[in-house]
């Protein structure tokens, strides 16, 4: 038997801490590193830092510090050295020439989780749309033995084009297609967006790893994938909850990061609009978070990159299950005074309901009452309205009629009033 499983690659990881850059957050920056590094099956084997007042434009690092990783790559035997940043196309080049090593940035990482995990078409399509954009300025060319491609029926040696050239022209074509696809399925998006209109909604918002997807199989039993780990799903998924007599549409996001590459913001908005069209959104936080602030920061920017920090938000504050006893939570001067939370366990169940009824409650401002007058004989339209609503009052008339007062979702509520004003006319409409 051979054995096919291809080699974990063993990995250094590079920090580099800036005058802005405080120490902690280069320790938990570089922790995070290492976990995107596990997700994305690479071991680390070792970490080295620097502060610097500006980055080095030739290897971001500088020579001596070059040499430093070099003997730390030689010592543990590494085969590939990530940094926490974004490099440049020349940066990266230059430091493969002299650490002998694949490079790698954070960037770099994250689109190799995105590849791996993306399932359907849509977020293979953005994945490879991020790859394109994020590789085609650090083509290089692979053939040399060829200088130029020479053009056109007889010419005789002339300057034809470089390979390099081709190169960039196929993805630039590969671009332009997937962005084509997506454009395609964007409008298909927003068909299915005008038909969840009619039902109020909600979206799942958070940092990566927070428990996001743990709280949607818990609401839906959806049997979304749960894992420990950083992007355990990519896919926005969507399912209709009932919270006491009323129904609704609750969407599972992508998870948000720091230092997130701006080519797979760009490249993954389109799912991140999910949560534009909704109602309401449902912050879920990691109480057990040593930088639970600045993980909620980093939300709030995406959210104010999609324009929707005014939605009203519901703060869900998970994993209480993991706290020690009587340990005071250091959330609260993170959330806005007075915005609706509750503390929960995703996992266990705990304070799950209370979750809903705060949903419920949050909605409750967007409920309306009316008065309809309904002719007995048309039973299905009485029916139809105890389903959508709750009945405070009821009153027999003259004329085998009823008086309902009724209180529902203003939508449900407007969309009854079109369909039976369409069916029978206004005249009996209070």
Known sequence: ?????????????????????????????????????????????????????????????????????????????????????????????????????????????????FSERA?????????????????????????????????????????????????????RRKIDRYENDLKEIEKQRKLRKNKRRESFSMALIGYTNVGKSTLFNRLTEAGVLVENRLFATLDSTVRKIEIGAHEFLLTDTVGFIRKLPHHLVASFRSTLEEACDVDVLIHVVDVTSPVLGEQMAAVNEVLKQLEIEDKPIIYALNKADLLPPGEELDVWKHIPPEAPCVTISAHTGENVDLLKDLALETFSEQFRESTFVLNLSQSAWVAQLYAISTILSEEYLDGNRVKLRCRAPAKDLERFRKNWKAAVGEESLF
Not at 53 to 60: C, I
Not at 123 to 149: G, I, N, S
Request: net charge negative; charged share 25%.
């Open 119 to 171: 399932q359907t078409r849509e977020a293979k399509l953005q994945v490879e749309l991020a790859r394109m954009k994020y590789f085609l300025p650090r083509l290089k060319r692979q053939w040399t033995h060829l200088e130029r491609q020479v053009g056109g029926v007889g010419v005789r040696a002339g300057m034809g084009e470089k390979q390099i050239e081709i190169d960039r022209r196929l993805v």
């Open 1 to 113: 038997m051979f054995d096919t499983q291809l080699p974990v690659a063993r990995a250094i990881l590079v920090g580099v801490q800036l005058p802005d850059t405080p120490d902690w957050e280069l320790d938990y920056s570089l922790d995070e590193l290492a976990s995107l590094a596990d997700t994305a099956g690479i071991q680390t084997l070792g970490t080295c830092t620097q502060g610097r007042q500006h980055p080095d434009s030739a290897t971001y690092i500088g020579k001596g510090k070059v040499q430093e990783v070099l003997l730390l790559v030689e010592a543990e035997s590494a085969d590939v050295v990530i940094f926490d940043c974004e490099l440049s196309p020349s940066q990266m080049s230059n430091l493969e020439k002299q650490l002998n090593v694949r490079v790698m940035d954070r960037g770099d990482v994250i689109l190799m989780i």
